[in-house]
C-alpha cells in the first residue's frame, strides 16, 4: 500500500480528511506540529505519527523522507493552513524528498506560488496541486467543462453558494486573506489581477435548486486557477457578501485592523475558541451550488450548473480521491490543476454530484 503522509490531521478538516482515508482503506502516517493534539487521533485510528513543525526546513526535509517511513513517503496531504504560511517549506521539503504534495488551499497567492515549481516537479517526475477541496475542484471541473464547449472564450463567471457555516481554520484564513485585499476585491481583467471596489457590482444568479441568490464580485482561488485551466483572459467569481451590505463602508476598517499584527491574532484566537464549524447533520446534508458561464466576444455563451454535497465533505472525499489518483500515476508531472490533472467530469465522481446543461423547467421560473 501506497506510503502517505496527512499533515496538519488533527485540524477540523484535516481530522475529515483522516477518516475519509481509513474508511477507503488506507493507512497514512498521521503529522502536525503538536504531539498532544496528535498522539490521541493516530491511536484512535491505529495509525503511526510523527510530530514536527514547519519552521526549520532542513529539520522538515528529514522528517518527511527518514526514519520509519521506508521507503519515503510517496505523497503529502498538507492540511495545515492558512497555506500563506505553511506551504512553501513543505513543498521544498516534497522536492527534497521526492514525494508528490496535495493541499486544501483557496489562497491566490498560495496558488500562484505552486505554480512556480512547476519546471522543477517535472523534472523531478513529481506532481504538486494545490485546491484539492471545496476551492477549486468543483469550480475547476466546471470552468474547463464550459470553456472547452467555447474554444476562443474571452470571458468566465463562476458563482458560487455555498450552505453550511465555515471552520475556525476557514475563518482564520479568511481574516489573513482580508489584509491582502488592499484595494477592495480582485476579479482578473485581461489575463491580470485587477481590484474593484467591494461590493460594486452584485447581480441575481439562479442556481439549480431554483433560487436566484445576489451575489458580488469577491476573490476565489479560481482567479488563479481557472486562468490555468483555461486560458480564458477575463474571470470573475461571484459569492455572497459574507458581511451584511450595511457593513460594506467598514470593510477598509476591518482591514486595517487586520493589518496589525497583535490585532489579528487576537481575532484569530477568539475565532479558535468560538468557531467549531458544520456539525456531521450540516455536512451530511447542506449542498454546495455552482454555476459557470463563458462568453466570447461575439455574444455566443455556454452555461451549466452544477450541484454538489457539502464544501467540508468534499473536501475530504475529492481530496483523497486526489491522492490516490496521484499515487496511481494517473496525474502528470508538473503542477497542474484539479480539472487539467483530472479532466472535467472528475467532479461527477463524488458522490451527490449532479451537473445540469439548462435548468430544469421548474427551476428557470424567475431566472435572471
Ligand atoms: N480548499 C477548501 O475548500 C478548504 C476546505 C477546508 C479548509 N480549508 C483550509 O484549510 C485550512 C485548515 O482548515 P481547518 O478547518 O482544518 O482549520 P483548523 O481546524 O484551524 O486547523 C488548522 C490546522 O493547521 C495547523 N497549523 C496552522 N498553522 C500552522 C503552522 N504554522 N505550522 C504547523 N501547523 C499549523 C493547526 O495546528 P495547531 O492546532 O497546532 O495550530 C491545525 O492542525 C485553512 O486554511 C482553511 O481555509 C480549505
Known amino acids: 500500500m501506497a506510503n502517505w503522509l496527512i499533515y496538519g490531521a488533527y485540524g477540523y478538516t484535516g481530522k475529515l480528511v483522516v477518516e475519509e482515508a481509513v474508511k477507503r482503506g488506507h493507512k497514512p502516517m498521521l503529522a502536525g506540529r503538536n504531539r498532544a493534539k496528535l498522539a490521541p487521533l493516530a491511536e484512535k485510528f491505529g495509525l503511526e505519527w510523527r510530530a514536527f513543525g514547519l519552521d526549520d526546513g532542513a529539520a522538515l526535509a528529514t522528517a518527511v523522507t527518514d526514519a520509519t517511513a521506508v521507503p519515503p513517503f510517496d505523497l503529502i496531504f498538507h492540511a495545515a493552513g492558512p497555506f500563506s504560511r505553511t506551504s512553501d517549506p513543505m513543498l521544498q521539503a516534497c522536492l527534497k524528498s521526492g514525494a508528490h504534495y496535495v493541499d486544501i488551499t483557496g489562497e491566490i497567492a498560495v496558488f500562484e506560488n505552486t505554480f512556480r515549481y512547476d519546471a522543477k516537479a517535472r523534472d523531478a517526475g513529481l506532481t504538486f496541486i494545490s485546491g484539492v477541496g471545496f476551492d477549486v475542484v468543483p469550480t475547476d471541473c466546471m470552468a474547463r467543462y464550459v470553456a472547452d464547449q467555447l474554444p476562443g472564450a474571452t470571458e468566465l463567471e463562476l458563482s458560487i453558494t455555498a450552505l453550511g457555516s465555515a471552520s475556525a481554520g476557514t475563518t482564520n484564513t479568511m481574516l489573513e486573506s482580508m489584509t491582502a485585499l488592499k484595494k477592495g476585491s480582485i476579479v482578473r481583467r485581461h489575463g491580470r489581477y485587477q481590484h474593484i471596489p467591494i461590493n460594486a457590482t452584485r447581480k441575481k444568479v439562479m442556481f439549480s435548486d431554483g433560487r436566484a441568490r445576489t451575489l458580488t464580485p469577491l476573490p476565489w482561488g479560481d482567479l488563479a486557477t481557472a486562468y490555468r485551466t483555461t486560458g480564458i483572459p477575463n474571470i470573475t467569481t461571484n459569492m455572497q457578501l459574507p458581511i451584511p451590505p450595511g457593513m460594506v463602508p467598514f470593510f477598509g476598517l476591518n482591514r486595517a485592523l487586520m493589518s496589525i499584527a497583535p490585532i ?46 457539502e464544501g467540508y465533505r468534499l473536501t475530504a472525499v475529492a481530496g483523497v480521491r486526489i491522492a490516490e489518483k496521484i499515487m496511481a500515476g494517473e496525474a502528470p508531472a508538473g503542477t497542474p490543476t484539479p480539472a487539467l490533472a483530472f479532466g472535467p467530469d472528475f467532479i461527477l465522481e463524488i458522490e451527490g454530484t449532479k451537473r445540469f446543461d439548462a435548468l430544469p423547467d421548474d427551476k428557470v421560473m424567475g431566472r435572471h
Open 264 to 309: 489579528r491574532k487576537l481575532a484569530q484566537a477568539l475565532v479558535a475558541r468560538q468557531v467549531q464549524g458544520p456539525d456531521d447533520h450540516t455536512r451530511q446534508t447542506a449542498k454546495s451550488y455552482i454555476y459557470a458561464r463563458a462568453a466570447d466576444e461575439a455574444g455566443n455563451f455556454a452555461e451549466a450548473w452544477l450541484e454538489t454535497i
